[in-house]
């Protein structure tokens, strides 16, 4: 072990190859009979991590592991000690499929885009050069399968055309294209040719050299002078490992297949006391319907996270494009379908930015003012046709915010002239996008001054005119203690301005208070689900907008561990059908927020940044304004002297 190593940290690629190793031998595990879905480390529970702290008592290093049989499309789930070079358990997990892996995804586009069968019906539609088109091949939900294909692990591909070499695929949808494909044989079972639509003339490049001329000429923006951010002394940050300090802040990064990167440890040292806020914060599901029944679309339905694993889809980040300033870099280590590992460099990008004013006040000729700095820790992926940059921000004042944004292509189809589009926007030429919903599920084990905390309900009440109140000025703030599995089951709610904090009541601070960190929620919207679709009976996590649970580290699933082909959620509505006491209690809260987008012409033919984001802040963690010690900026880095221009 290293000199930084932390139980918390991620897999190296050598436990990889020794947990690969290990299956080989004791089990047979081997490609290309089998694939490996997915490897990850079993994380040492709250009190094994806190032996370590205190006494660097190692606890066993183990990996969890899902791997399936081709031939009898069987699935196993596996934990092995790597401490004791040793499986622990090998089991058969019956009528459950694997996530879907990233060299399936690739095989399977390889695998149609060469079949004869495709080939000669594409040139039946014109399409002859195979070179141009692409196989994006998706999963399905069990009610969409049809019978005949029951029992099977299967996908269905969207077609899509560029127009030359090295231009968009996603401007080309060939409507009404789709084949059916057995993903463990790599065999075509169906070709879908329901059908056509002449193509129109679209505008759908945005690589510059791409865009045509009569698009570019018609640009009148200036360009930009430089924007040069520097810090002559470096980071005020430091790494250790995969340990974060920052301004009175502390965390531990972490990374895998599933959730991609995670948070662990966050505490804040006040006044030379180190008090715990988050064990672990990260992405534990991320569902995208798309909201229209046509042949295109209907099975269209997305788990991001569950079926596919955004750690797979996380991508390199470049100094200048993705991230500015003085960065630090994690790298990530994951492994393919044959176990092997390999590494994402860049994975994780750390850096400080600042963010205009933090606190001010004027009092006649004397002004106080303060510049905020904050620290981000970021990383991003790109799901086929999707990127999703996601932002973990940890500022002087003691909030924490994490911010998504979502940007790429839009899926399009064409129509054909004087048809109705209902169901999505005109974005080109004859070309609509489907209407679809982007949930997220953020997964927060909250340890608030301590593990044992209780959830309440923050909701602002109007108090009626009256004689104490004879001119309906008066609110009044209600907090309710959610008991029960039931009651925090939550929904926001625009007239009280509906919050939650997390609230340790085993402990006052200095002014008598219970110490607090409050959830304000931000891009949350209802599920829009009749309550008997069989497409929400996979994730009704989305039903509400908050729940609570007791902390379980086998619960870490929303929509259950094994979303592909799923039929029901096994996740969230299963364990909270117990309903549990959720009071003075380790939590744990599931936030689901996200995008309800209605597309627009302008976010084609790619889409800007569109962005949601939450809150946790302190409410009555502090005894007052925990930035009032941050220190004043000097003058030079407030006023910059330039020979042109004026003031």
């Known amino acids: 072990m290293t000199d930084t190593f932390h139980p918390l940290d991620p897999l190296s690629a050598a436990e990889f190859t020794a947990v690969t190793r290990l299956l080989g031998e004791e089990h047979g595990v081997t490609p290309p009979q089998w694939r490996y879905a997915s490897i990850e480390m079993f994380e040492p529970s709250k009190a094994d991590v806190a ?15 899902v791997c399936f049989e081709r031939t009898s499309n069987s699935t196993h789930k596996a934990l092995v000690s790597l401490r004791d070079s040793k499986v622990l358990a090998f089991n058969h997990i019956p009528d459950q499929q694997a996530n879907f892996t990233v060299d399936e995804w690739e095989e399977a586009d390889e695998a149609l885009r060469t079949n004869p069968e495709v080939i000669a019906a594409l040139a039946e539609r014109g399409i002859t050069d195979m070179s141009l088109v692409f196989m994006d091949t998706w999963t399905y939900g069990d009610v969409l399968i049809p019978d005949k294909y029951k029992g099977r692990r299967i996908g269905w591909s969207d077609t899509w055309v560029r127009s030359a070499p090295g231009r968009n695929p996603y401007a080309g949808p060939v ?19 329901t059908f056509t639509v002449d193509r129109p003339e679209v505008m759908g490049e945005y690589v510059p050299r791409h865009v045509p001329d009569r698009i570019r000429n018609q640009s009148t923006r200036e360009p930009l002078k430089p924007l040069d951010i520097t810090q002559s002394e470096g980071p005020s940050f430091t790494l250790t490992g995969n340990k974060l300090e920052w301004q009175n802040w ?81 790298d990530a280590t994951l492994h393919d379908s044959k176990g092997e590992p390999y590494e994402i460099k860049n994975a994780i990008c750390i850096h400080e930015e600042d ?45 924490i915010e994490c911010e998504v944004r979502a940007t790429g292509i839009m899926v399009v189809s064409h129509f054909p002239d004087g048809q109705e589009h209902p169901h999505g926007s005109l974005v080109d030429d004859r070309t609509y996008a489907p209407f679809h919903q982007h949930f997220l599920v953020a997964r927060m084990d909250l340890d608030v001054d301590g593990t044992e905390n209780t959830v309440y309900a923050s909701e602002t009440q109007i108090e009626p005119v009256g004689p104490d109140n004879p001119y309906g000025l008066s609110l009044r703030q209600v907090n309710t203690p959610l008991q029960t599995e039931a009651e925090g089951k939550q929904d926001m709610n625009y007239a009280t301005q509906r919050a939650w904090k997390v609230v340790n009541e085993n402990t006052t ?21 009749p309550p008997d679709s069989p497409i929400l009976a996979r994730c009704r996590a989305i039903e509400h907008t908050l729940w609570v649970t007791p902390n379980n580290r086998d619960e870490r699933w929303p929509a259950g561990e094994f979303v592909n082909q799923s039929s029901v959620d096994h996740g969230l509505p299963e364990w909270t059908a117990a309903n549990r006491s959720i009071v003075n209690t380790d939590v744990v809260l599931w936030y689901v927020f996200g995008i309800h987008h209605i597309t627009r012409p302008e976010d084609w033919p790619i889409m800007p940044v569109d962005v949601v984001n939450f809150w946790l802040k302190p409410v009555g963690f502090f005894d007052r304004n925990p930035s009032l010690d941050v220190q004043a900026s000097p003058p030079a880095a407030c006023h910059a002297h330039h020979e042109h221009g004026s003031h």
Request: proline share 3%; hydrophobic share 35%; net charge negative.
């Open 250 to 330: 502390s965390l531990r990064v972490g990374f895998n297949y599933r959730e991609g990167m995670t948070i662990h440890g966050v505490s804040y040292r006040d006044n030379g006391r180190e008090r715990p806020i988050a064990h672990r914060l990260s992405f534990a599901e991320m569902m995208v319907p798309y909201r229209d029944h046509c042949d295109d679309h209907y099975r269209r339905t997305a788990f991001d996270i569950g079926e596919w694993g955004i750690g797979f889809m996380t991508t390199s980040l470049e100094l200048g494009c993705d991230c500015l300033g003085e960065i630090r870099y994690l």
């Open 509 to 529: 601070t200095g002014l008598g208070l219970h110490p607090s960190y409050k959830l304000v929620p931000g891009g949350a919207f209802p599920a829009m689900f």
């Open 175 to 193: 409507n009404g294209f789709h084949c059916v494909i057995d993903l463990n044989t790599m065999e075509l079972l169906e070709i879908e040719d």
């Open 355 to 399: 963010n205009a004013v933090l606190w001010k006040h004027v009092d006649h000729d004397d002004a106080e003012v303060r510049r905020m700095r904050r620290l981000t820790v970021s990383f991003h992926v790109t799901v086929a046709n999707y990127e999703y940059l996601t932002y973990w921000r940890f500022y002087q004042d003691g909030n």
């Open 51 to 65: 032996a370590f702290d205190a006494n660097g008592t190692h606890p066993d290093r183990q990996a969890v592991v």
